[in-house]
């Protein structure tokens, strides 16, 4: 597939999803650089903000198969991953596997950390391995798969936080705002009279072998070896252990207990490979980079106490790192 050709068809992706959402120009854009990536999203907002609608619109844009999970405490993990059966047929009793509703192409874990962890725990196989154990047999998931999870941030009673293990797994986090008045007084032109809109099917009729060609364009993408090494600096630099070069952070090592794994530096990398693709282009460039960064890393610093008490967050110790690492 020619660059051209990629940036023909998320153009429309793009422009079709936003028939439906108003605002969150941001946040569509990453949830596709992500899809086209082979990664999985986590919606972090309020309620009534559009997380769940962003998804379905998306699903239909990209005329995949949707299952939405709303994950409860009482939630098995049965429910997510199927189980088997008894059935009768021919004089005969077998056991059959059906499938639960991770058996999707885009998957909506809605409100994800309602769930206990060992049932946050049932995504973990699907999300990193593509595939799914059950009673020793391992079924494989539909190609392309993608999980897209939300959670407010607001409600602790009732709530399970993902365990470390889990939000790595995520490729990006995405932070959605409530709405400017321009853009609510435009919600509610859309949503109050009788014609709602749909988004329509872009992919219907070429499928799954375009999303692959596209998948595949993504990662051959050209990055400078001075980018990629900015990205290798930038990423050690979350680390609060004592560095061989130019020494810790300050905000670092007073604030963070675990910096980001090397996924976070794949995400920044396949992140600015499908951002410079959406602009029509082959190379990677520093805004590539500048515009997936926080996605990329806030959900991976794991922050200690002090952070906590202190009211300082991953966006406000990254901020520190950009400014700090130097890019030559």
């Not at 999203?41 to 939405?68: C, D, M, Q």
């Not at 609060?240 to 905000?251: A, F, L, R, S, T």
């Amino acid at each position: 597939m020619e660059p051209k050709k990629f940036q023909e068809i998320f153009s429309r992706i793009e422009a079709e999803v936003k028939k439906v959402i108003v605002g969150h120009e941001d946040a569509v854009r990453k949830v596709i650089i992500a899809f086209f990536a082979g990664g999985h999203a986590l919606l972090e907002g309020v309620p009534g903000l559009g997380k769940t609608l962003l998804v379905k619109s998306l699903s239909r844009a990209l005329a995949l198969s949707f299952k939405r999970i709303q994950f409860t405490p009482d939630l098995m993990p049965s429910d997510i991953v199927g189980t088997q059966v008894l059935s009768e047929g021919d004089g005969r009793r077998d056991f059959q596997f059906k499938k639960g509703p991770i058996f999707a192409q885009v998957v909506l874990a809605d409100e994800i950390n309602r769930a206990t962890p060992k049932t946050q725990s049932a995504v973990l196989e699907a999300m990193e391995e593509r595939q799914v154990t059950i009673f020793g047999v391992t079924y494989p998931m539909e190609s392309p798969f993608m999980v897209l999870a939300t959670q407010n941030p607001i409600e602790l009673e009732g709530t399970y936080p993902l365990p470390e293990a889990q939000l790595d797994r995520f490729f990006f986090k995405l932070v959605v705002l409530p709405p400017t008045p321009a853009e609510l007084t435009e919600i509610l032109k859309r949503t109050t009279r009788a014609e709602l809109p749909e988004p329509a099917p872009v992919l219907a009729a070429e499928g799954a072998r375009s999303i692959a060609e596209m998948q595949l364009l993504l990662r051959q993408v050209l990055i400078a070896p001075p980018l990629e090494s900015y990205v290798v600096r930038l990423v050690h630099a979350t680390q609060p252990n004592d560095h061989k070069e130019g020494g810790v952070i300050p905000e670092v090592k007073e604030y963070v207990r675990f910096g980001a794994s090397p996924r976070g530096a794949q995400a920044i990398i396949l992140g600015a490979k499908g951002n410079a693709l959406a602009e029509d282009r082959v190379h990677v460039s520093d805004e590539d980079i500048e515009t997936v960064i926080y996605p990329a890393l806030r959900h991976r610093l794991i922050l200690n106490f002090q952070a906590e008490a202190e009211n300082v967050g991953p966006d406000q110790i990254l901020a520190a790192i950009i400014k700090k690492v130097p890019r030559d």
